[in-house]
């Protein structure tokens, strides 16, 4: 058992389920946190572990209509009504009293928030929870992945009030944790608190399981042939994944048998992005496979008794990981496709230049815009089986030496293990 004061630990988020960033790192912490003797548990909109050790609710899920008509009448305009502040305060109210039930529920020592005390997708959310630790004095973990003020549709709203107070609380009663060094220097300028930086990570001190039956049907499910390239894009449908460059790329390589397949939804930020991307991809004559309805948690049978995949299985079946983003947290994506050893053609978006790059990773980069020497690395590395090879392995090393769980367990530990580091309020 752990030996020291906290032992019962909540996670906190908006959702936990399915395969975006968040919810992939909530796994890696759960993981690397039972592993030094915590028990772990999950308080959420949507979540889809253990039923036993997570608690629900409604409100906080950011695809519930009330949060959903605050999220659309506060962003985008500059002023807000009376009902709005007595919706969000109405609201905030009974997530504040779930939050109780929930503590009391699992009897917890400490609160970890995922994003929910970080960028204001449910604003009720964190003032709830911002509130119920004041109340409590329950220690909290802030485990901030995306500030208000790194996305432009936060921009123009009529809750700076909210914004200023709760994303993130500019209290030194909350322990910070940003994934890279870029947004903590940003979060301490505009807050003036100190932070910690824990990046993403993977288990590289493990290698990854090859292959295996379930896996190879991958292909067949989503309508490819054995004979195909796939270029994965393991990424939400959303604006700043840059998906126009993929689809560029895969025209650019002038082979028919090179066919790109996104692996995420498209319901976050509405469907324009993903009707613009197939009016592209169809003016550029290049086949894309939008694969989220095969791609689960992870392994199960659908109910019309098709097989759904891990995302894990998708990197297994892919020739090329393409990661061109404009913008990213820190990489999820990048430091995955190092894992399965697959190469990788990328955007030197900002913290890929920052935090990743200096490390010593081998990518296929572009600088904002793909050109006839990236098409030409890319078909080096998909015909030269040595390049590509000497290429991946090393990726994986630099990896394992500087973005797996040890690094984060070390971080953990000290944070947990000292007191002093994480006062309660």
Same mark, same amino acid.
């Given at each position: 058992?752990?030996? =020291?004061? %906290?032992?019962?630990?909540?996670?906190?988020?908006?959702?936990?389920?399915?395969?975006?960033?968040?919810?992939?790192?909530?796994?890696?912490?759960?993981?690397?946190?039972?592993?030094?003797?915590?028990?772990?548990?999950?308080?959420?909109?949507? &979540?889809?572990? *253990?039923? *036993?050790?997570?608690? +629900?609710?409604?409100?906080?899920?950011?695809?519930?209509?009330?949060?959903?008509?605050?999220?659309?009448?506060?962003?985008?305009?500059?002023? /807000?009504?009376?009902?709005?502040?007595?919706?969000?305060?109405?609201?905030?109210?009974?997530?504040?009293?779930?939050?109780?039930?929930?503590?009391?529920?699992?009897?917890?020592?400490?609160?970890?928030?995922?994003?929910?005390?970080?960028?204001?997708?449910?604003?009720?959310?964190?003032?709830?929870?911002? *509130?119920?630790?004041?109340?409590?004095?329950?220690? &909290?973990?802030?485990?901030?992945?995306?500030?208000?003020?790194?996305?432009?549709?936060?921009?123009?709203?009529?809750?700076?009030?909210?914004?200023?107070?709760?994303?993130?609380?500019?209290?030194?009663?909350?322990?910070?944790?940003?994934?890279?060094?870029?947004?903590?220097?940003?979060?301490?300028?505009?807050?003036?608190?100190? %932070?910690?930086?824990?990046?993403?990570?993977?288990?590289?001190?493990?290698?990854?399981?090859?292959?295996?039956?379930?896996?190879?049907?991958?292909?067949?499910?989503?309508?490819?042939?054995?004979?195909?390239?796939?270029?994965?894009?393991?990424?939400?449908?959303?604006?700043?994944?840059?998906?126009? =460059?993929?689809?560029?790329?895969?025209?650019?390589?002038?082979?028919?048998?090179?066919?790109?397949?996104?692996?995420?939804?498209?319901?976050?930020?509405?469907?324009?992005?993903?009707?613009?991307? /197939?009016?592209?991809?169809?003016?550029?004559?290049?086949?894309?496979?939008?694969?989220?309805?095969?791609?689960?948690?992870?392994?199960?049978?659908?109910?019309?008794?098709?097989?759904?995949?891990?995302?894990?299985?998708?990197?297994?079946?892919?020739?090329?990981?393409?990661?061109?983003?404009?913008?990213?947290?820190?990489?999820?994506?990048?430091?995955?496709?190092? %894992?399965?050893?697959?190469?990788?053609?990328?955007? /030197?978006?900002?913290?890929?230049?920052?935090?990743?790059?200096?490390?010593?990773?081998?990518?296929?980069?572009?600088?904002?815009?793909?050109?006839?020497?990236?098409?030409?690395?890319?078909?080096?590395?998909?015909?030269?089986?040595?390049?590509?090879?000497?290429?991946?392995?090393?990726? %994986?090393?630099?990896?394992?030496?500087?973005?797996?769980?040890?690094?984060?367990?070390?971080?953990?530990?000290?944070? +947990?293990?000292?007191?002093?580091?994480?006062?309660?309020?």
């Amino acid at each position: 058992m752990a030996s =020291h004061h %906290y032992q019962r630990i909540g996670f906190v988020s908006t959702r936990i389920a399915g395969t975006d960033g968040v919810s992939l790192e909530v796994g890696k912490w759960t993981e690397i946190l039972e592993s030094m003797g915590f028990d772990c548990y999950f308080i959420a909109g949507k &979540c889809d572990r *253990e039923p *036993e050790r997570s608690f +629900l609710i409604d409100e906080a899920d950011f695809q519930h209509p009330v949060i959903m008509e605050i999220t659309n009448k506060c962003f985008g305009r500059d002023h /807000r009504t009376r009902q709005m502040s007595g919706l969000i305060r109405s609201t905030a109210r009974k997530i504040k009293q779930d939050l109780y039930d929930a503590v009391k529920h699992f009897e917890l020592d400490l609160i970890i928030a995922q994003n929910a005390l970080t960028i204001p997708m449910n604003i009720p959310l964190g003032v709830a929870l911002d *509130e119920m630790l004041l109340e409590t004095q329950l220690p &909290c973990i802030a485990h901030h992945h995306d500030f208000v003020w790194e996305r432009e549709r936060f921009l123009v709203n009529s809750v700076r009030d909210y914004v200023t107070a709760f994303f993130p609380p500019p209290r030194s009663e909350v322990h910070h944790v940003v994934i890279n060094s870029v947004a903590g220097r940003e979060f301490s300028r505009r807050t003036g608190m100190p %932070y910690r930086v824990i990046p993403n990570v993977m288990q590289f001190h493990k290698s990854p399981t090859p292959a295996d039956d379930y896996t190879r049907e991958f292909r067949s499910t989503i309508g490819l042939s054995e004979d195909d390239i796939v270029i994965l894009q393991p990424t939400r449908v959303v604006q700043r994944k840059g998906i126009e =460059h993929s689809i560029e790329l895969v025209r650019r390589l002038n082979d028919p048998r090179c066919k790109l397949v996104i692996t995420h939804s498209e319901d976050d930020e509405g469907p324009e992005y993903g009707e613009r991307i /197939r009016e592209f991809a169809e003016l550029l004559g290049v086949e894309v496979v939008f694969a989220n309805d095969w791609i689960c948690h992870s392994r199960r049978t659908l109910k019309d008794g098709s097989k759904c995949f891990s995302v894990w299985d998708s990197y297994r079946e892919a020739d090329l990981v393409a990661y061109p983003s404009t913008y990213e947290g820190f990489g999820n994506a990048f430091l995955e496709a190092a %894992y399965f050893k697959k190469p990788i053609f990328c955007n /030197r978006y900002t913290i890929y230049r920052t935090d990743i790059e200096p490390c010593g990773f081998r990518a296929i980069a572009m600088d904002g815009f793909v050109t006839d020497h990236v098409v030409e690395e890319v078909q080096r590395v998909l015909t030269d089986e040595e390049y590509r090879q000497q290429m991946v392995e090393h990726n %994986y090393e630099v990896g394992r030496k500087f973005f797996a769980y040890d690094r984060v367990e070390r971080e953990l530990r000290q944070l +947990l293990e000292t007191p002093s580091e994480l006062p309660c309020v």
